[in-house]
């Protein structure tokens, strides 16, 4: 049973638009949210994250984006820079057991 | 510089037989996970330890086994039982269970 889940696998957008990367979720036991960006053959790194008690935090170029009601987040960047390139996954805790659960990935593509 | 640290990089297995990969933390993180990477499948968790010596399985263990002995040290063992061994595996610590330190993975390959 997949609790979190990222539908897009990829996406491709031009330098200096905007990249909206989607994320939808199952348990409403999930408290915080967090996005981790992958290059091949490397570890994910953390990017933001936002506890449920918001509906936004920003950080430079990446703001996140939760809807509880709809139990969806969004990640997004603006403007986009082909250093973007990479998968990012979307990852959920569970405040009750602490276990981290992770979207899939959307691989993303900033064309110059 | 604080970090974890996986070893090897690419390990190949043949069939049959048990091969364990390293991950080492100095960051005094109380936490470590084991995660194995498919395609399309995301990150899905094997182990985790919260303390020394104590660990438990996550959603795909079998096949798999871990120990504890050292808070640095979450070494995990890919034994002959595991039918499809051919991932790559990421270890992750954590502080306070609010976010993750990933080493930089292992691909591992049976031939």
């Known amino acids: 049973d997949q609790q979190v889940k990222q539908n897009s696998p990829s996406l491709s957008v031009q330098e200096g638009r905007i990249s909206i990367l989607n994320c939808d979720y199952t348990?409403?036991?999930?408290?915080?949210f967090l996005w981790y960006k992958k290059y091949p053959a490397e570890g994910p790194t953390f990017l933001i994250s936002i506890s449920s008690i918001k509906d936004k935090n920003e950080d430079g170029r990446f703001t996140v984006f939760l809807n509880k009601s709809a139990k969806h987040l969004s990640l997004h960047i603006v403007p986009s820079q082909p250093g973007d390139s990479a998968v990012y996954f979307c990852a959920a805790i569970d405040g009750e057991d602490n276990d981290m659960r992770f979207g899939a990935g959307t691989r993303l593509t900033v064309k110059p | 510089d604080g970090g974890i640290t996986q070893s090897p990089k690419y390990l190949f297995r043949k069939e049959g037989q048990n091969v364990t990969l390293s991950c080492e933390q100095n960051?005094?993180?109380?936490?470590m996970y084991w995660y194995r990477q498919d395609p399309g499948q995301g990150l899905r968790l094997i182990y985790y330890s919260q303390i020394v010596n104590d660990f438990q399985k996550g959603d795909i263990a079998e096949g798999y086994s871990v120990s504890r002995e050292k808070k640095e040290s979450f070494p995990l063992t890919v034994t002959s039982a595991q039918k499809n061994p051919t991932a790559f595996y990421l270890c992750a610590s954590s502080f306070n269970g609010y976010g993750y330190t990933f080493g930089s993975g292992t691909r591992l390959t049976v031939v």
């Open positions: 960051l005094n993180h109380d936490a």
């Open positions: 348990n409403s036991m999930f408290d915080y």
